[in-house]
């Protein structure tokens, strides 16, 4: 976990965002609170957080609201609930429309630093999944666009792409020529992505 990753923590009580602030500070986090269900949203809307932890009861602003707004505006940035016993099935229904976890009070500091944890680490294996995605299609655009490196990869196979970040299962799908696996990890091709695909599968090479 990075120490550059900031969190902001929205409750109207004082003690739960001291409380929040001492523990996710302690486990590495850099840390801001709010008491202000609107001032929050406004911070979260117009400052750079990784992850957004908010109660869904505050006088001035109903959670459920607070937690719309910013699945709408901000579907990228993981977002944690922490409620009481009366709002636990507004929590249930928060995490229907995306929210990352809920937690309830009162709760110990490791659930509230395992669920930040469980948020953002879930936002760093999307990151991936995308980052590995663009490095396959880029792949398939070289080949299709470069003779030399079309004929290395058809006679050598994955040795031609160890310079490359790609998992095991990333590289055989490559050589193999497994559009299907492709499509469905990375997402629709292109005609010119597809086309090194087509002539690994019309290749007599194996």
Known sequence: MSAQQKVL?????????????RILTEAGYDVDTSE?????LDRALHEAFDLVVT???????????????LRSKLPRTPVVVITGYGTVPSAVEAARIGVSDYIE???TPEEITEAAGRALGAVQEKCQ??????????????????N???????????????GYA???EARAAIVSGDIAWIERECGDLTDEERCWLQRRLEAEIW
């Open 36 to 40: 202000s269900g609107l001032e929050g």
């Open 55 to 69: 109660d869904l009861k505050m006088p001035d602003m109903d959670g459920m609201e607070l937690v719309r707004t």
């Open 105 to 107: 009070k009162p709760f």
């Open 129 to 146: 999944v995308r980052v590995e995605a663009d490095l396959v299609k880029e792949v398939l655009r070289l080949a299709a666009r470069d």
């Open 9 to 21: 923590v929205v409750d109207d009580e004082a003690v739960v965002t001291r409380s929040c602030k």
């Open 148 to 162: 030399a490196f079309a004929w290395d990869l058809l006679m050598q196979g994955s040795r031609v792409l160890s």
């Open 166 to 168: 790609l998992s095991s």
